[in-house]
């Protein structure tokens, strides 16, 4: 993020930058006033003394890439678990040297993480003790809440999810395939980042909606095709920035008569029919008025996808917030920052505070610092991995019901306090004091995770930056009773196609890999009149990613009136932008 993007914010907000710093990619990046009131704010305090949290070292893109690095979210393989012997499905290679088991066996009582317990070895860094004690301790093999998923095998960090397939970063639901960030929807296929959806196909960006199908940045919206930043529509066909109106064809006004007589005209189940009205559509909105940012119900947020929040300022896909910096992908939190993933189901109460430099948190925590996927009921921890139910931890890995351990090994609160201050000040003279996990000890090749959808490096300068790589391939085993079909030659209409699709595998048009049709899938095509994908779902869900505006800030004028704004579109966007008051009044 440019320099004059910092000034600008804090002039708006009110904020004074009080120091200006270079990162190791050599990003100018600033703190202000408020950056060191919420860090002193935050910083803990042992026997009466505080231990300052100082400003961090890295800005705030590469400690978001940081973060990510750790976090496989959608690459699943095939292997064994290490103390069954029965075939898992892992977000962990066959090769990982990290001891995984299956969910059942890892939520089980036949072991404790404390019995991994260790000292802690001054002559040593924390994070290579940390990192011996990771490459020890069992692994979950999928981030699932065990039991609370059913007949939903193939998916992770999902839950509740029920009758669900390839979904990804999802909370509540049902009945649906090839998602990725979707909360409390059902009957769906090929969606990102969506709420409260149903009967819905290729949507992006979309909240409160009923059979919509290739949509984005709507809400409220139903029974639509081809619909951007519409807003309480219904019956409307290849339409953009329309708010409360019905019955439109590339936003003119029909009778319902005359709309259903026109769409009946086009033939939706035919493929080469839905590439050309694509193709129409997005000649079409070449002449959209895009907001400088996507939002609702805000007050002083800066950054893309926010809703219902305030004083937010650099997130990312965030709802019901408060007084947050740096955040991506989080609900229902307040007064945190440097933090990824956050889900709750209950609006009525505040899931995390002051929680800092950490990622994948749930209800309850409070006081998180340095830590990764740690949940419910958490005070106090530092520098811990997947710990349940906790308080006053630092280092340790998958403890339950725990309080005063360190490296996994109990100490009394007092012993505790006496020696966690003097790991810090030798976490200091080794220079890890205060910083995130390093990405030389995450768990995942940087190709693996979600760092590299957003910060995509290859593969040398990943290893440059001392990311680790997976770069093994594993075959794709295909039955051999499985016919291969190429996807140019599948039939183009759906209601030409039989069940005998389901024996076959589709090769991508796009990576050449196989990918099947599943049985619920061809029946949601055939419901909806729908032509059989011609890509495989991973190319599906990064074409979707490409459609969002990336995560960067720019200032820009308004394309209209001049005004000067904090937007996700560059100077130099060939796309028309305008402010807030220009947007508004061009399309209400």
């Known amino acids: 993020m440019d320099k004059k993007v910092y000034e600008f914010i804090a002039s708006q907000t009110g904020e004074k930058i009080v120091e200006r710093k270079t990162c190791k990619c050599w990003e100018e990046f600033a703190i202000t006033d408020k950056d060191m009131e919420f860090y002193n704010k935050v910083s803990p305090v042992f026997n009466g003394q505080k231990y300052q949290i100082p400003a961090p070292t890295l800005c705030p893109d590469c400690r978001q890439q940081r973060r990510l690095a750790r976090r496989n979210e959608r690459k699943l393989y095939k292997r064994k678990c290490d103390l069954t012997g ?7 290679s066959p090769d990982s040297p990290y001891k995984v088991y299956d969910q059942k066996e890892r939520w089980s009582d036949k072991w404790s993480g404390e019995d991994y317990g260790r000292d802690f070895d001054f002559s040593r860094p924390f994070f290579k003790q940390f990192n011996e004690l990771l490459l020890l301790v069992p692994q979950t093999a999928l981030s699932n809440a065990y039991l609370t998923n059913e007949n939903s095998d193939y998916i992770n960090s999902s839950w509740p999810a029920k009758n669900c397939y390839l979904l990804f970063e999802n909370w509540a639901n049902e009945d649906s395939m090839y998602w990725y960030n979707i909360y409390f929807s059902k009957n769906s296929l090929d969606t990102n980042f ?114 219902n929040s305030k004083n937010v300022v650099n997130w990312f896909d965030i709802i019901w ?65 997947r710990c349940l139910w906790w308080s006053n931890l630092f280092g340790c890995i998958w403890l339950r019901n725990k309080q ?116 619920p899938e061809l029946e949601f095509y055939r419901k909806h009149n729908l032509p059989l994908p011609r890509k495989h779902p991973d190319v599906r869900h990064l074409e979707r990613l490409s459609q969002r505006a990336p995560r960067k800030l720019y200032l820009k004028t308004c394309d209209n009136c001049g005004k000067q704004v904090v937007s996700v579109y560059p100077a130099d966007s060939e796309f028309k932008v305008y402010c807030e008051g220009c947007y508004n009044k061009e399309i209400y």
């Open 86 to 92: 029965k075939p898992i499905i892992s977000i962990y």
């Open 194 to 307: 969506v709420w409260s959806c149903e009967n819905c196909y290729q949507c992006i960006d979309t909240y409160n909606w009923y059979n919509l199908f290739f949509a984005e940045k709507c809400n409220d919206c139903r029974d639509s095709f081809f619909i951007d930043t519409c807003q309480n529509c219904s019956n409307c066909f290849m339409c953009y920035d329309l708010n409360n109106k019905s019955y439109c064809i590339k936003n003119k006004q029909y009778t319902k008569e005359e709309y259903e007589n026109i769409l009946s005209s086009y033939t939706l189940s035919s493929y080469s029919w839905l590439k050309s009205l694509e193709n129409e559509y997005i000649e079409f909105k070449k002449n959209k008025v895009n907001p400088y940012f996507t939002g609702n119900n805000n007050e002083w947020v800066y950054w893309n996808y926010i809703n």
């Open 321 to 385: 917030f408060r007084d947050w910096k740096y955040l991506t992908q989080f609900t229902y939190s307040e007064s945190c920052y440097d933090c990824h993933s956050r889900w709750s189901n209950d609006k009525n109460s505040i899931g995390a505070s002051f929680c800092y430099e950490s990622c994948a948190i749930w209800d309850g925590v409070k006081n998180l610092y340095f830590s990764y996927c740690c949940w419910w009921a958490i005070s106090n921890l530092y520098y811990s991995y």
């Open 404 to 519: 005063y351990c360190i490296l996994n090994k109990q100490y009394t609160k007092e012993e505790y306090e006496e020696l966690v201050p003097k790991i810090i000040e030798h976490m200091k003279s080794t220079w890890e004091r205060w910083e995130f996990f390093p990405a030389s000890i995450s768990t995942f090749g940087y190709n693996e995770t979600a760092a590299n959808e957003y910060f995509p490096l290859e593969k040398d300068e990943a290893l440059k930056q001392w990311f680790k790589r997976q770069d093994k391939e594993y075959p794709i085993n295909v039955p051999e009773w499985t016919e291969l079909v190429q996807a140019q030659d599948l039939t183009d209409d759906i209601h030409d196609v039989s069940d005998e699709i389901l024996k076959k595998a589709v090769i991508c048009e796009i990576s050449g890999k196989p990918f099947r049709i599943i049985k």
